[in-house]
């Protein structure tokens, strides 16, 4: 009896095993042979890749000099601590910047620095220059809500003295609660997804690595929380920015992104303050919702992928080519 109890035991092991590494493999594909890269498949929040900031309303940043793996891809910063190639602090002559600030998407997540729609844009930009030098300093950070990237914009920005400033804003970003904070950042302990079930995360018996001991109450997850959150923080968000922008004689630009357009009411009011602002819009979202275009990582992973990444550039480019003087296309 008992060595039946173990053989059992045994089979139904060795079946889970199996099991969780064909979803690993089919999840991450053939890095799931690689158990650095497969360590690397958590939230930024449960790497060691960040660092309380010395701004509290900033709350936290990419550790500087980075290049490391996060979700299998390269994560590399410069000596600023950005997700981007080296800039001078002082921007050199005849050159233009544009200084793009989001979360996740924008940092990017789940790709290559090089096909991210910042570095695709700033390519563009300067293959297209009538002589100007063009810089697109990415501030972007995953897991920013509107309260760190204000903060980026009030406390970090500045000082590379940009041209103009762009706000790129996904549905997920007002999910984050805007708070004034009162204490600094305590980094969460190391997460190691080698050692943890992806199948079980996924059936909801094993919780992720990061959750709201980091942001406690920050995510809200009800629908109509999500829908009255980002009402009432993007107008206020968005007048800050462009009050911030204008005292200091910046260009500022929000942009749009998600995979499918907004909902009516949301862009209703959302469009009013723009309109009362004079905030322009490009709307990534309504480029990315062309319902054909599988335009997501995975239905795991449902951030932008390349093909993402470059109709972003595109509809960027749509608008700069208004304001700026560039060759024809």
């Known amino acids: 009896m008992i060595r039946k109890l173990l053989i059992t035991g045994l089979v139904a ?4 095993v199996l099991l969780e590494f064909s979803y690993r493999f089919v999840f991450i594909g053939p890095k799931a042979l690689n158990p650095f890269a497969v360590n690397s498949y ?5 790497s060691r890749h960040v660092k309380s900031s010395e701004f509290p309303s900033v709350y936290y940043e ?16 410069n000596s600023h601590g950005l997700a981007d190639r080296e800039y001078l602090l002082k921007k050199p002559a005849n050159t233009y ?10 940092m990017p997540a789940s790709v290559a620095p090089e096909i991210a729609y910042q570095s695709v844009l700033e390519e563009q930009l300067n293959a297209r220059s009538t002589g100007v030098n063009y810089e697109v300093i990415n501030f972007g950070v995953e897991q920013y809500g509107l309260g760190e990237i204000i903060g980026t914009l009030e406390h970090r920005v500045l ?3 940009p041209d103009m400033v ?19 950042f305590q980094p969460p302990a190391d997460s190691a997804p080698i050692f943890q079930s992806m199948v079980l995360l996924q059936l909801g018996i094993t919780e992720p690595p990061v959750t709201n001991d980091v942001f406690p109450d920050a995510i809200n997850n009800e629908y109509p929380g999500w829908q009255a959150l980002f009402a009432a923080q993007l107008p206020a968000a968005l007048y ?8 200091n004689g910046i260009d500022f630009v929000f942009m749009f992104l998600w995979f499918q357009t907004w909902m009516a009411t949301t862009e209703a009011r959302i469009t009013d303050v723009l309109e009362n602002l004079q905030i322009p819009l490009v709307d990534g979202a309504s480029a990315l919702a062309d319902g054909v275009t599988n335009y997501k990582i995975s239905e795991v992973d449902r951030h932008p992928n390349a093909a993402a990444h470059g109709v972003i550039a595109s509809e960027m480019m749509k608008y700069l080519e208004t304001q700026l003087e560039l060759k024809p296309n």
């Not at 092991?13 to 889970?16: D, H, K, N, P």
């Not at 958590?42 to 449960?46: P, V």
């Not at 910047?97 to 924008?106: E, F, K, P, V, Y």
């Open 13 to 16: 092991v060795g079946l889970f």
């Open 42 to 46: 958590t939230t930024l929040m449960g």
């Open 62 to 77: 990419l550790k500087p000099n980075l290049d490391v793996l996060l979700r299998g891809v390269p994560l590399r910063t």
């Open 97 to 106: 910047r544009i200084a793009l600030l989001g979360s996740s998407w924008t």
């Open 159 to 161: 000082a590379f003295e």
């Open 166 to 184: 762009i706000l790129a804003v996904t549905p997920f970003t007002a999910l984050i609660k805007w708070f004034d904070r009162q204490t600094s």
């Open 240 to 247: 800050r920015a462009k009050k911030f922008c204008d005292a």
